[in-house]
């Protein structure tokens, strides 16, 4: 008959099931803090709210050493400037503590806010295998009020696109033809490979109207649109972590080994830029992510 000291077996191994799952579930999100995925101070509150997630049982030396630039010596100094102990957890930080570390996070990772003056004109962006065209189809579907706008491209379509309702699909001499014309919002070479341009006229055309027009591009089109035009709304798409954000881009199947690899490299870089933008979405349930689109509309 099992005791205390010596539980059943079944319970052994339950235990040791759910061992094994916190601590990949803080391997994931020590993953997120390094890539980006997650914002630091969203941790920390997570942590706050539930001593028990993953959040909550990451040590704090784990914390600092997942965010970008921060090595071992630099944690060690970090934790002697907030005076806190290298052996306590999140979950198990005491007010004073909690306060020092928020005020270093947001010096250091500051969270971008909204500006002012901003216009009707939505650009969202965001990492490669996001879903941001897939976002963007709910918001035409869901919300006809807001104008998607179609973008040109030098890549090939791929199954099931439509020419005129996904892209412009044309070859190199055409798009040539649109940027000598100025016909083009913004265009640049995504992943050294394909040429991506937004057409002008109908975006001016509609907002001309009082209409919302949305712009689904990559992270040089929304920093050439921003240039352009200061006051458009830009909103990031960011993947719920970075390991669905992998499983993404490998379960659609529409690029090589070595294409994939290129992209996720392209992708670490895309999500440092995040800070450049009013808006953060996170894109774990597409309808919900594409009513948060629209609402930023109103």
Not at 210 to 220: A, F, S
Request: glycine fraction near 8%.
């Amino acid at each position: 008959m099992a005791d205390a000291k010596h539980p059943p077996e079944v319970d052994r191994v339950a235990a040791s099931q759910k061992a094994i799952a916190a601590r990949r579930a803080r391997a994931s999100l020590k993953r997120d803090l390094t890539m980006r995925v997650i914002a630091p101070q969203t941790v920390v509150a997570r942590a706050i709210e539930d001593p028990t997630s993953a959040a909550g049982t990451l040590r704090i030396t784990d914390f600092l050493t997942a965010l970008p630039a921060i090595g071992e010596g630099k944690r060690d100094r970090i934790l002697a400037q907030l005076e806190i102990s290298p052996v306590k957890r999140l979950g198990g930080l005491g007010i004073r503590q909690r306060r020092a570390l928020g005020v270093w996070l947001d010096g250091r990772f500051p969270q971008p806010g909204p500006r002012s003056g901003r216009s009707r004109l939505l650009v969202l962006a965001g990492p490669t295998a996001v879903g941001k065209g897939t976002v963007a189809a709910a918001v035409r579907e869901n919300h006809p009020e807001i104008l998607l706008s179609v973008s040109a491209t030098t890549r090939p379509p791929r199954p099931g696109e439509v020419d005129g309702e996904h892209y412009y699909f044309v070859d190199d001499a055409a798009f040539d033809r649109m940027v000598e014309r100025g016909e083009l919002l913004e265009h640049a070479t995504v992943h050294n490979k394909y040429r991506y341009g937004t057409p002008r006229m109908p975006i001016e055309r509609a907002l001309t109207q009082g209409r919302t027009v949305l712009l689904e591009i990559d992270l040089q089109g929304a920093r050439q649109v921003r240039d352009a035009e200061p006051s458009a709304t830009l909103i990031f798409l960011l993947p719920p972590s970075w390991d669905e954000l992998v499983s993404r881009l490998v379960g659609r199947g529409t690029e090589d080994a070595e294409e994939r690899s290129r992209r996720l490299r392209t992708a670490k870089g895309e999500l440092a830029a995040q800070g450049e933008f009013d808006y953060h979405i996170v894109n774990d349930e597409v309808t919900r992510a594409a009513a948060e689109v629209a609402a930023l509309a109103r």
